[in-house]
């Protein structure tokens, strides 16, 4: 058995479509925070259920709102850790299932959806 450091995905790399094309999914990241609520099973999401704004586009007639078939995560973040405006949060990728790709994150806030994967 080999010693090797195993590092975490990069947040930063997006998710590959279904077909596996090679081609990026692009995140549609929203402006404001849209509230979530998020079921975890062995601390990963396991159902997502989000107030989305009227108005505001998924796609055609669906919503971000079922059980996840797909997690990619935990992605912790944190910034300005040295003043008061420090912030911290940890974000998952979820697939539900209509669907629907989606980026979301727990924060001191509670649970938010970040955007939506083209």
């Given at each position: 058995?080999?010693?090797e450091?195993?590092?975490?995905?990069?947040?930063?790399?997006?998710?590959?479509?279904?077909?596996?094309?090679?081609?990026?999914?692009?995140?549609?990241?929203?402006?404001?925070?849209?509230?979530?609520?998020?079921?975890?099973e062995?601390?990963?999401?396991?159902?997502?259920?989000?107030?989305?704004?009227a108005?505001?586009?998924?796609?055609?007639?669906?919503?971000?709102?079922?059980?996840?078939?797909?997690?990619?995560?935990?992605?912790?973040?944190?910034?300005?850790?040295?003043?008061?405006?420090?912030?911290?949060?940890?974000?998952?990728?979820?697939?539900?299932?209509?669907?629907?790709?989606?980026?979301?994150?727990?924060?001191?806030?509670?649970?938010?959806?970040?955007?939506?994967?083209?």
């Amino acid at each position: 058995m080999r010693n090797e450091k195993v590092m975490p995905p990069d947040p930063s790399t997006p998710l590959r479509s279904a077909q596996d094309d090679g081609l990026p999914i692009p995140l549609r990241r929203f402006r404001k925070r849209i509230k979530a609520t998020v079921l975890l099973e062995s601390n990963r999401p396991a159902h997502v259920r989000s107030a989305v704004r009227a108005g505001l586009a998924v796609r055609a007639g669906a919503t971000v709102e079922g059980a996840t078939v797909m997690q990619e995560g935990p992605y912790p973040l944190s910034g300005n850790w040295w003043d008061e405006q420090a912030w911290a949060r940890v974000e998952w990728d979820v697939e539900i299932e209509n669907g629907i790709m989606a980026r979301c994150y727990c924060d001191q806030d509670g649970w938010a959806i970040d955007g939506i994967y083209d």
